[in-house]
């Protein structure tokens, strides 16, 4: 048979067993069943291709992706494909989530190589881990002058047999040019002319319209509104909060949010906000329900800490395990159909309602006759609907109701209702890997919003989530790792893990004064500096005795999540605050000088960083509580604290009437720091100096504007 042929049958019916059954990823145990012989990442798998010669076929992905379903469906379980792909290639599976190492490496590859990237991220590269072939979704027979998965394999196979010297030279090209990145020294010192540069471009790129940076796809991005809503507390510019406030109010009435179960899903596919990919990631829940917690702080609008509300809501009941931490994901897909879970057809609502609250229903989230989601493939309505509201610009003559109480109480008995209807249907499947950087977000905004919004439900939840990671996922010697699933925890942490889970701490310290949280913080900074820090500035994403892929990254990217350099600065300029310890003020400036030409080249496209820097060029404040953490006077002036926006803030709690509390050890400076007659004080320090301390709430508030 010729070398494009579709292989030997018996290949197809026999198919060598495969060797993910093993593994603990949701993702990979999706492909436990596939006529491939997939391998997990590991050296078995690249001394067996070494051993016979082969290239290795390296497809990466996680478990509610969408189009990962797609190629699996296509490409994965047909005999066919199968068969050259265990012919010629030794093939390896990986989950993005649990190896964001490899993920990170190999994605900046295809991105170099392609210009694009995205999953599911194809790579073919040699036995020592050079990448000399990279793609996305590749579909199964060549289609709209995409090649396909029949046609390419044994192409790559001819050239790795007849031309190998090509690959060899592009396989060296590629690492050259990551290694290249990795080299860069230092820039100069920061200034806070990038804070202005960065909000220019954002103005740039904001969609005046809709709301949201760019066009389509439309990503949530929560980085960027942190930082516009500091940049409004810096300057006073209006347009800044306005660019926050319409992105807000434009996702929470989009379709991309759930408005019958509450949630994001992870992107728009238009400029709209209307059709959603439907995966629903913990990390967006985590910071996009800190954005509205804060756009509630800056601003007092009560939708904003509704959504948050709801945020947490569903996070609470559909993604916490049993022992209180945070599972990863939910699907796109239910019965292998993108988003048919969350979608209804105009008559659907007949029957489960009475003809006026359907009416009222119809008309309040805005539904079709013909449905008003469109294929994204075909372009064609579906007779589908997604629910959404009008945007919030539409006055009496838009095409949503204007609802007064009576009417937004039907609605919300009718959503109800319709929730409960929906939970019969076959749900999206659950990733339940528990993974600490995602963990140590949602822990941040728990806390975040616990205390800002008096809710303690909230702080109990982020306190039960950090005991588990703290007890459940580190080595004996203390270091963190980055996976929990199935009894079991495992892979080392990431930069990502030890500078989310800070965040994480920092936050449930401000939120309920337990110093132990902050001493936990301090003590992963420890690590975080000596396995993860470069000499020449910025923390590499691996540590130090980490599995060496091709390069050490070190980067400030920012995707859909922030970059962990970005919090980690932060982290560090927060802890030197609340601790008075400089050298942690020192080493965040350092790294903060490490990626200066990628701020100055591009501001806009690291927001968090922004955020951070923010803070770096404050005027930053310390305010140190004393009283009695359980007196009403201790807590009120916490809660005017907690509830405003104070960006450039931190909070110490002292105890009173204890000669030594720890946190006097943590932070040296409050050792001297009495009660004034015996009443809850406040000492508002700014500039190294500490003004007259307080018990008047008006007067504490009114140090911190001034």
């Not at 969408?66 to 699996?72: D, L, P, S």
């Not at 906000?273 to 007092?300: N, R, S």
């Not at 400089?582 to 100055?600: G, S, V």
Request: aromatic share 10%.
């Amino acid at each position: 048979m010729p070398s494009s042929g579709m292989g030997d049958p018996r290949a197809a019916a026999c198919p060598p067993p495969n060797r993910l059954s093993g593994e603990k990823s949701p993702y990979l145990l999706q492909h436990a069943t596939n006529p491939v012989d997939w391998r997990p990442w590991g050296e078995e798998a690249f001394a067996e291709a070494a051993r016979q010669d082969k290239p290795i076929f390296l497809s990466i992905g996680y478990s509610t992706c969408h189009w990962c379903h797609v190629m699996a469906h296509e490409s994965f379980e047909d005999p066919a494909v199968a068969a050259l792909m265990n012919r010629h290639f030794i093939n390896i599976k990986v989950d993005r989530e649990e190896r964001p190492d490899i993920d990170g490496i190999y994605m900046a590859a295809c991105q170099m190589m392609t210009g694009r990237g995205g999953w599911p991220l194809t790579i073919i590269m040699t036995a020592d881990k050079r990448p000399f072939y990279a793609a996305t979704y590749i579909p199964r027979q060549d289609r709209f002058g995409q090649i396909g998965m029949l046609a390419l394999l044994p192409r790559i196979d001819e050239i790795w047999r007849n031309r190998r010297q090509d690959i060899v030279d592009k396989a060296e090209e590629v690492v050259a040019a990551l290694r290249a990145g990795r080299e860069a020294p230092p820039g100069a010192a920061p200034r806070t002319e990038s804070l202005d540069a960065a909000f220019d471009q954002l103005a740039r790129l904001f969609d005046g319209t809709n709301g949201g940076f760019g066009s389509r796809p439309k990503f949530p991005t929560p980085q960027n509104l942190l930082f516009l809503l500091r940049y409004w507390k810096r300057t006073g510019n209006r347009y800044a909060l306005g660019m926050a406030e319409a992105t807000l109010q434009a996702m929470r009435r989009g379709g991309i949010y759930d408005q019958i179960g509450f949630g994001f899903h992870r992107y728009s596919v238009d400029p709209h906000w209307l059709v959603p990919h439907f995966e629903k990631m913990l990390y967006d829940q985590a910071m996009l329900a800190y954005a509205y917690t804060e756009a509630f702080q800056a601003t007092g609008e009560k939708t904003y800490a509704d959504t948050a509300r709801e945020v947490f809501s569903y996070v609470l009941t559909r993604m916490t395990s049993p022992e209180g931490a945070f599972y990863s994901a939910e699907d796109a897909d239910s019965e292998g159909e993108e988003g048919k879970f969350y979608l209804w057809r105009w008559e659907d609502v007949d029957g489960i309602l009475d003809e006026a609250d359907a009416d009222l229903f119809r008309r309040t989230f805005r539904f079709e006759k013909t449905g008003n989601f469109t294929d994204e493939l075909t372009g064609r309505k579906t007779g589908m609907n997604i629910p959404h509201l009008a945007p919030a610009t539409e006055g009496a003559g838009g095409t949503s109701p204007i609802i007064d109480p009576e009417s937004e109480a039907r609605v919300e008995r009718a959503r109800q209702t319709l929730f409960a209807v929906r939970q019969r249907r076959v749900p999206p499947q659950k990733d339940d890997k528990i993974l600490t950087d995602w963990n140590g977000l949602m822990i941040a905004s728990l806390a975040k919003a616990g205390a800002c919004l008096d809710e303690p439900a909230y702080i109990d939840a982020a306190q039960r989530a950090a005991a588990f990671i703290l007890g459940r996922m580190r080595r004996p010697d203390g270091a963190l790792l980055h996976r929990f699933r199935d009894g079991e925890a495992g892979i080392a942490g990431t930069l990502d893990d030890y500078a989310f889970f800070t965040l994480a701490l920092i936050e449930l310290y401000e939120a309920n004064g337990e110093s132990s949280y902050l001493e936990e913080a301090l003590a992963l900074t420890c690590v975080l500096m000596t396995a993860f820090k470069d000499p020449r500035g910025g923390f590499f994403f691996t540590p130090r005795d980490g599995e060496e892929i091709l390069v050490r990254q070190k980067e400030i990217f920012e995707g859909a999540m922030p970059s962990g350099n970005a919090v980690a600065v932060w982290n560090l300029l927060r802890l030197g605050r609340m601790t008075g310890e400089t050298t942690l003020l020192d080493e965040a400036w350092d790294a903060a000088k490490a990626f200066d030409r990628d701020l100055r080249q591009s501001p806009g496209a690291y927001a968090q960083f922004m955020v951070a820097l923010d803070f770096a060029f404050g005027p930053a404040r310390e305010v140190v509580v004393v009283g009695d953490p359980a007196a009403e006077d201790t807590r009120a002036l916490l809660r005017a604290l907690r509830s405003r926006f104070l960006p450039r803030t931190v909070v110490i709690l002292r105890p009173a009437g204890e000669a030594s509390p720890p946190i006097c050890r943590l932070a040296p400076y409050t050792r001297d720091m009495p009660c004034i007659d015996g009443r809850a004080t406040a000492y508002v320090c700014t500039g190294n100096a500490c003004l007259k301390p307080t018990t008047d709430l008006r007067t504490m508030l009114a140090a911190i504007d001034a």
